[in-house]
């Protein structure tokens, strides 16, 4: 698979020419060729940008206080490829459930290695989506499950199999207080429009997070910014940026939740397998002196497996489904992302 390598300029300048089908964007140089500098997006806008494709109506205000926000098996089993695919994994479609058997339905996660305070995260993807599914890329501080004297912190993009044209922000946070059982969340209500099918082409999803601001987009174009100052809840990580203290790590996952209302109703897994696609990853390191972002490591996923320096796999109950290994495949420059099935 040929790489499309998108160079970074600041989002003012992707907002006015850029096109929002990164698959048909024009080869750029190569990553040895690109300037590792990156200038941030300016903190202090207020006006509203669409993402490029959807008119500036398209977009949902944020709430008056968000003051500079921009809105922007044998499953194991690898069979012949078939011909109309370039790639080796193959299960089938599940159609109907057979009354005398039992279902296990596993998902996936690639999670990262090393831990961060403060960056630019983008990995260019084609997410999946069958009712009742999140495919994400996230950052989470990895005790934040332990709950307790552990605070929460976490970051998502998420695309919920009820609208593969819509997709998800979110900070998710709670204080490390044994007494705090429920977390803070700030997901977009009403999800933010893609203008597109975001299961049927590549394209380009960031987070950005600084001590200033956290923000969100996709294709180069800012979709949403929390700042300092903005206040939800009434615990001691009610500014959830001013709260996002922890290291956090990157991962992706795709599963199935128990939340109808949050992914859709799950159908017993009728249309499965589906798969997010990761066609590169690239993190940056944050200056607070200059406010710019430096390439620090990118992975086009060309070897034969995950790289061991980056990344290792998750293997634990995610609601509906259980994460394993197998499910996570690197082949022909994609890292593939897999939720599937077998039946017992």
Same mark, same amino acid.
């Given at each position: ?41 300016d903190p202090t806008s207020s006006g509203a940008i669409a993402p490029v494709g959807l008119s500036s109506s398209s977009v949902e205000a944020l709430p ?47 999670? !990262? ?28 501080? %990895? ?127 009728? !249309? ?27 992975? %086009? ?13 998750g293997d634990w109950e995610m609601e509906r489904v259980m994460l394993r290994s197998n499910n996570v495949i690197v082949e022909n420059g994609v890292c ?9």
């Amino acid at each position: 698979m040929k790489k499309i390598i998108l160079p970074l300029v600041t989002v003012a300048l992707l907002a006015a020419c850029s096109d929002s089908n990164t698959e048909a964007l024009p080869v750029a140089p190569q990553a040895g060729e690109l300037s590792s500098a990156v200038t941030p997006a300016d903190p202090t806008s207020s006006g509203a940008i669409a993402p490029v494709g959807l008119s500036s109506s398209s977009v949902e205000a944020l709430p008056a206080s968000s003051a500079g926000a921009v809105p922007a098996s044998s499953a194991d089993v690898v069979v012949p490829p078939n011909p109309n695919s370039q790639f080796t994994y193959v299960v089938p479609t599940l159609t109907e459930l057979d009354p005398a058997k039992e279902y296990t339905f596993y998902g996936a996660e690639l999670t !990262g290695l090393d831990h961060f305070k403060y960056g630019r995260f983008e990995a260019r993807m084609k997410m999946a989506a069958i009712s009742g599914s999140v495919s994400s890329m996230f950052l989470y501080y %990895d005790n934040s499950w332990e709950k307790g004297l552990q605070p929460w912190n976490e970051i998502d993009i998420e695309v919920l199999g009820k609208d593969p044209n819509s997709w998800q922000s979110n900070i998710i946070t709670r204080e490390g207080d044994a007494s705090i059982n429920k977390n803070t969340s700030s997901e977009s209500k009403p999800l933010h429009a893609f203008g597109f099918d975001a299961t049927q082409s590549f394209h380009l999803f960031a987070i950005v997070w600084t001590p200033e601001y956290v923000s969100w987009e996709i294709d180069s174009v800012e979709v949403r910014r929390d700042t300092l100052g903005m206040s939800r809840g009434k615990h001691a990580d009610a500014d959830q940026v001013a709260f996002l203290t922890e290291d956090q790590s990157l991962r992706f996952n795709l599963w199935a939740s128990k939340s109808t209302a949050w992914t859709g109703k799950w159908n017993n897994g009728i !249309g499965l397998p589906v798969e997010q696609q990761i066609d590169y990853v690239r993190v940056y390191a944050y200056d607070p002196a200059t406010k710019a972002f430096t390439l620090s490591w990118q992975d %086009d996923f060309d070897g034969e497996d995950v790289d061991p320096q980056h990344w290792s796999r998750g293997d634990w109950e995610m609601e509906r489904v259980m994460l394993r290994s197998n499910n996570v495949i690197v082949e022909n420059g994609v890292c593939r992302l897999i939720l599937d099935y077998e039946a017992n």
